[in-house]
């Protein structure tokens, strides 16, 4: 079973639940809409919570983000967007520690784009946000 969402400009999500984790997928219906995609910034809100982005393994270039306010942390896909169409969450990996939060998770993916070398900023409206009703895992 899974959750799909899009927007007007041709961009599309789909979020399938797992046992504890969330499997999210990334599409345009028109390829051009892929040109100069320096990759997607994932927010995460669980329900009640503060949101936040996911973290990367890459990290851009120094001053390949110059145009972006940077976070705290470099590895935040809102520094550093996620450069696969599919990405894994398991909540508790790295921002909710031992205590993990069961229950509704939005999340929210903008492409982000390059501009002359550069990473533009988030732009909101490109976004698609999908709903994710997560549960711990059961084992019978």
């Known amino acids: 079973m899974f959750v799909k969402n899009s927007n007007q400009s041709g961009f599309s999500v789909k979020a399938w639940r797992g046992d504890a984790k969330t499997l999210l997928a990334f599409n345009f219906t028109n390829d051009t809409k892929a040109a100069n995609l320096a990759g997607f910034s994932i927010q995460v809100q669980p329900h009640g919570q503060q949101a936040y982005y996911?973290?990367?393994n890459l990290v851009l270039p120094a001053g390949a983000n110059a145009t972006v306010p940077t976070e705290t942390n470099?590895?935040?896909s809102t520094n550093a967007p996620i450069q696969k169409f599919r990405w894994l969450h398991i909540p508790g990996s790295f921002h909710q520690g031992d205590t993990v939060f069961y229950g509704v998770y939005t999340?929210?993916?903008t492409p982000r784009?390059?501009?002359n070398g550069l990473l533009t900023a988030i732009d909101t409206s490109l976004s698609v946000s999908v709903d994710v009703q997560?549960?711990?895992a059961r084992y019978n």
């Open 54 to 56: 996911l973290f990367n």
């Open 113 to 115: 784009y390059f501009n």
């Open 134 to 136: 997560l549960q711990p």
């Open 74 to 76: 470099p590895n935040s």
């Open 107 to 109: 999340y929210t993916i």
